[in-house]
């Protein structure tokens, strides 16, 4: 897997995880599992290099309100590659 070696000022500045999920970004919502937002967090600090957001949040799924993770990208771009290579992630 390709990870970022070079350094990244939004990780110098302390910028680059944001605490609340903007409206622009583009979201990508996983079922709640156990320790996700930890290991995706990781994953993400290692192989891509632009502003996100993981935390939790509210959806209505199958007719019900449950408790999922919200993960955010600004760029499209590192959206759609993370839903392709993330191992993290389990499709039914």
């Not at 996100?52 to 590192?78: H, R």
């Amino acid at each position: 897997m390709k990870t970022i070696k070079e350094p990244n000022p939004l990780n110098f500045f302390n910028v680059r995880k944001v605490n609340i999920l903007p409206p622009h970004f583009e979201v990508v919502v996983q079922p709640m599992m156990y320790n996700l937002e930890d290991s995706v967090g990781r994953w993400i600090k290692t192989h891509l290099k632009g502003r996100y957001f993981v935390g939790k949040g509210v959806a209505l799924q199958n007719s019900s309100i449950e408790t999922v993770y919200k993960i955010g990208f600004e760029d499209p771009k590192e959206a759609s590659y993370f839903m392709l290579a993330c191992p993290h992630l389990k499709y039914k």
